[in-house]
C-alpha cells in the first residue's frame, strides 16, 4: 500500500527553475558565453557543482578548482536576489492544496531536493512546517539519479521504498526514484518524463484518485 508521498521543491511545488536560469545566465555572460532555456533543462534537479561544471563545458571555459567554488559562490548570491523576492505568487497553483489532501489522507509527506536553499525557500513561503521530513542538498551529496536522496527521505519517514510515491520535474529524478524502487510521477511533459509511472502537467493536475492508482504498478 501507498504510505508516503515525497516532492521535489523546484519546478514541482516553487517556480524556481526560472531564477536559476537567470542567475546562470549571468554567470556565463560574465564569461563571455550564453546559455539557452534549453541547456537550462540539463540543469534540473543536477546539484550547484554538477550544474556549473555542465555550463563551463557548453561555453568551452576551463577553471582551477578554487575558482569553481567562487563561481558557484556568485551564481548562488545572484539566484538568492531572486528568491528573496517571491512571495506565495511563485507557489505552483494546486501544489499545496494537493499536499493537504495527501496528509488527510493519511500519508506522509517528506521533501526531498538536491538544492542547499531548500530550507530558506520552504521559510519564505511559510512551507516548511507541512513537512515532517527534509532532506536536501546539504545532507546528501549524491546527485539524482542516484536513489540516495529518495532512500534517506523514506527512512526518515520510517516507510519502505516501495510504498512511497515520488513527484518529480527531472528526467534524473525521475531515474532516482525508479533507481529507489519507488513509483514515480513525472511533472511537466510526457515525452520528455517517459521513465515516470505516470505524468500530469502540474502537481494541481493531480487527484487523490490518480495517486491510489497507482498503487496497481
Ligand atoms: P542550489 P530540486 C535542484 O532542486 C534544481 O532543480 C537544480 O536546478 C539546482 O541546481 C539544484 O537544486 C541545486 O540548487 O544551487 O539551490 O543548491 O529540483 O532537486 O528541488
Ligand atoms: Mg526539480
Not at 32 to 55: A, H, P, W, Y
Not at 85 to 104: S, W
Not at 130 to 141: A, K, Y
Request: with cysteine; proline share 2%.
Amino acid at each position: 500500500p501507498i504510505k508516503a508521498c515525497i516532492f521535489d521543491l523546484d519546478g514541482v511545488i516553487v517556480d524556481t527553475t526560472h531564477f536559476h536560469y537567470l542567475a546562470w545566465k549571468r554567470l556565463t555572460n560574465e564569461l563571455g558565453f550564453d546559455i539557452t532555456e534549453e541547456d537550462n533543462e540539463q540543469l534540473k534537479g543536477v546539484s550547484r557543482m554538477e550544474c556549473l561544471r555542465i555550463i563551463l563545458s557548453i561555453g568551452g571555459v576551463s577553471t582551477s578548482a578554487d575558482k569553481l567554488y567562487d563561481l558557484a559562490e556568485m551564481k548562488n548570491r545572484w539566484y538568492l536576489e531572486h528568491i528573496y523576492t517571491m512571495t506565495e505568487q511563485n507557489v505552483i497553483a494546486g501544489a499545496v492544496e494537493f499536499i493537504d489532501a495527501v496528509q488527510k489522507a493519511g500519508l506522509k509527506v517528506a521533501i526531498a531536493s538536491a538544492s542547499k536553499n531548500a530550507g530558506i525557500i520552504l521559510d519564505k513561503l511559510n512551507l516548511r512546517d507541512r513537512f515532517s521530513v527534509l532532506v536536501d542538498g546539504n545532507v546528501v551529496n549524491k546527485s539524482k539519479p542516484n536513489p540516495e536522496i529518495f532512500l534517506r527521505s523514506a527512512r526518515e519517514l520510517g516507510v519502505e521504498p516501495d510504498s512511497c510515491i515520488v513527484f518529480e520535474d527531472a528526467i534524473s529524478g525521475i531515474q532516482a526514484a525508479n533507481n529507489a524502487g519507488m513509483r514515480s510521477v513525472g511533472i511537466g511533459s510526457d515525452d520528455m518524463l517517459k521513465n515516470a509511472h505516470l505524468v500530469v502537467p502540474t502537481l494541481g493536475a493531480m487527484s487523490l484518485e490518480d495517486l491510489f492508482s497507482l498503487e496497481n504498478f
